[in-house]
C-alpha cells in the first residue's frame, strides 16, 4: 500500500464528491451517492466473503491499509456526502466534503513528507499545519476569512484528536460549524 497514492486518491474522490454536491441538483446528487454507497456495500460484502473482483482487488491492494475492513474508509466518506446532503445546504454539504479530502490528504502527505514534530496518534505539527492550510484555500473562495480559517483548525483538531473515523467527523464538525457561525 502507497499512503501517497491512498491520500492522493482520497482528495480526488472527495474532489470528485464535492463537485458532484455542488454542480448537480439536490435529488440527484442524493440518487448518484445513495447508488454508490449500495454498490459500494455489496462490493464489501463480497470482498469479505473472499470473492476476488479483479479491477477491485488491484485498487485495494494498492490503496487499503491492510489492517482495514476493505472499503471502509471510502463508506465513510460516501455515508457522510449522503447525510450531509441530506441535512445541510448544499454549500455547506460540499464545502465539508471538500475539507474532508484536502484536509485529511494534505495533513498525511505533508506529514510524509516532513513532519518531524509528533504531537498525537503519530501525527505531527507539520502535517497538522499543512492541512489546516489546505482547508484554508478551499474554503477561502466559498466563505468569510474568519469563517474559513475557523473552520479549518476546527476540522484539523477534529481530525488529530478524534477516536472516530475521520471520513465520518470531520465534515460534521464543518458543516453544524458553517451552519452556525455568521457568515
Known sequence: MNEYARKASHI?????????????????ALFVIAVSLVVGLAIIDLCLKGYSIPVIREVLATLERKEEIPGKGAFFFVFSALILVILFPTLIAAASVLVLAVLDGMATIVGLAVGKHRIWNNKTWEGFAGGVVAAIAVLLPLFPPVSAVTAAVVAGIVELVSPVDDNLVVPFAVAVLLLFIPL
Open 12 to 28: 480526488l474522490f472527495g474532489v470528485g464528491i464535492a463537485a458532484l454536491i455542488w454542480l448537480l441538483p439536490r435529488e440527484i
